[in-house]
């Protein structure tokens, strides 16, 4: 089978994550305990105890869902061979870990350290970002552009699912129009503020200064970055990408798409069921997409 495996974002962190890879595997016991002594604190302890508020700022959550789906696939051990790899908004840093591009431990300390960034960009304006159900994208589009204000879309989910995200005001106005043009449902989602928007400027900045320090490898097989979701294997590329998704909307359609067309005939989610497979399933109902056991 020509496997592709996918990582998760933001916004499936729950009190228990983890805990069966911790008490299942000794592979997965070993990377949990690594992480808690590069981070210096028990990350573990939230993850798996919580509190449930604790889960929910940025840091702590970022660098939960990067420990939970990365050390759901490496468990693996010697029998972790992905054809292709793709993440999510955050995921996309895993899955650079994942295809050996960056260090464990770098991934972990980027995600840690970009994560204090984004908190303080959102901070800085007032923002958020809700998923938009059954209307077109076109015209989503066209409403965003209307209101006069900063809000735009974020993450092209699947078909019928498109994120926007923007300054509060800007995410309400589109909200009554997007009501009236007869969305199905609109949720507000479980993050900080307006990622994947111009918002975030200063994460990109951030960002431009950062990743020339890191040690990135060649990687063993390619990604699909957020911004294209067409592969590639070039480093320059790699790192222009993971910064431009930050203020560039997600192309995860597209990204799946490419993924079929390019030889996948299966998929791993490394997240939770729900979250990653659902929209695989919208994208084409003929995918073949397991679970790798977080």
Not at 83 to 103: D, I, K, P, Q, R
Not at 139 to 148: A, D, H
Not at 182 to 200: C, E
């Amino acid at each position: 089978m020509t496997k592709a495996y996918l990582f998760p974002g933001q916004g499936f962190q729950h009190v228990g994550m983890g805990k069966n890879l911790y008490d299942q595997f000794s592979l997965a016991r070993d990377y949990f305990e690594h992480a808690n002594e590069l981070l210096g604190y028990r990350i573990t302890d939230y993850m798996f105890y919580g509190p449930e508020e604790k889960l929910l700022e940025t840091q702590i959550a970022q660098n939960a869902i990067y420990l939970s789906s990365l050390i759901g696939a490496l468990k693996e051990g010697k029998d972790f061979q992905p054809f292709m790899v793709a993440g999510h908004s955050l995921g996309e840093t895993t899955a650079l870990v994942a295809n050996g591009c960056l260090s464990f431990e770098d991934g972990l300390l980027l995600m840690d350290e970009r994560s204090l960034e984004m908190e303080k960009a959102f901070k800085a304006v007032t923002s958020c970002m809700v998923a938009v159900l059954g209307v077109e994208d076109a015209v989503v589009e066209r409403i965003c552009e209307e209101t006069g204000e900063l809000v735009s879309p974020a993450n092209y989910n699947c078909p019928g699912q498109l994120v926007i995200a923007g300054t509060k005001l800007g995410v309400e106005l589109a909200c009554k129009e997007l009501t009236k043009a007869g969305a199905r449902r609109i949720i507000k989602l479980q993050v900080g503020g307006a990622v994947h928007s111009p918002l975030m400027q200063p994460v990109v900045n951030y960002l431009k200064n950062k990743l020339p320090t890191l040690k990135f490898r060649e990687p063993n097989c390619p990604i699909y970055p957020n911004v294209t979701g067409v592969a590639t294997i070039d480093l320059n590329e790699i790192k222009q990408y993971l910064t431009l998704q930050q203020i560039k909307s997600l192309q995860w359609t597209t990204t799946i798409r490419n993924m079929l067309l390019d030889g996948a005939n299966e998929f791993v989610d490394c997240g939770p069921p729900h979250v990653i497979s659902g929209m695989v399933r919208r994208i084409s109902k003929e995918i073949l997409i397991n679970s790798a056991g977080v």
